[in-house]
C-alpha cells in the first residue's frame, strides 16, 4: 500500500472512530434527558460512520494486487 493510501486509511480510521464516540454521547445524553426514541442525529452519525469504514476498507482492498482484473 502507498504511504498516501495509508494516511488516508489511518486518517478515516480516526474519522470513524470520532464519529462512533459521537454517536455514543448523543445516546447518553438522550438517555440522561429521560429519552425512549433514538436521537435522529444519531441515526445519521452511524450512517456516516459505516460510510467511512467503508470508503477506508475500499482503499485498502484497492491497493491489494488482484490477479483477476482483466
Known sequence: MSPEIEDLCSRLDRI??????LA???LRD???AGGHELPV???LITRAR????KASGLL???SEPVDDWA
Do not use: F, N
Request: proline share 0%; net charge negative.
Open 30 to 32: 438522550s438517555i440522561d
Open 60 to 62: 485498502r482492498s484497492s
Open 24 to 26: 455514543m454521547r448523543r
Open 16 to 21: 470513524s472512530e470520532d464519529l462512533a464516540d
Open 41 to 43: 442525529d444519531e441515526k
Open 50 to 53: 459505516r460510510a467511512v469504514e
